[in-house]
């Protein structure tokens, strides 16, 4: 289990690497297409978050 520090930049550090991850998507009930998000600069932070909530949880929902 992570443990939370006081700083988004320390709990990131604390995620599973995102490496060889380029993009997750969500859906919705009927498992259509409704959103992605991309493993490039600007959005490695919100891709690390949502890779691991993901990993953790098995599904995203938008």
């Given at each position: 289990?992570i443990q939370?520090?006081?700083?988004f930049?320390?709990?990131?550090?604390?995620?599973?690497?995102?490496?060889?991850g380029a993009r997750?998507?969500?859906?919705?009930?009927a498992?259509?297409?409704?959103?992605?998000?991309e493993?490039?600069p600007?959005?490695?932070?919100?891709?690390?978050?949502?890779?691991h909530?993901?990993?953790?949880h098995?599904?995203?929902?938008p």
């Open positions: 289990m939370p520090s006081s700083s930049k320390e709990n990131l550090q604390n995620l599973p690497s995102i490496e060889g997750l998507e969500t859906a919705d009930d498992g259509d297409f409704v959103a992605y998000i493993n490039q600007g959005k490695q932070g919100s891709f690390a978050v949502y890779q909530l993901l990993m953790t098995g599904v995203l929902i």
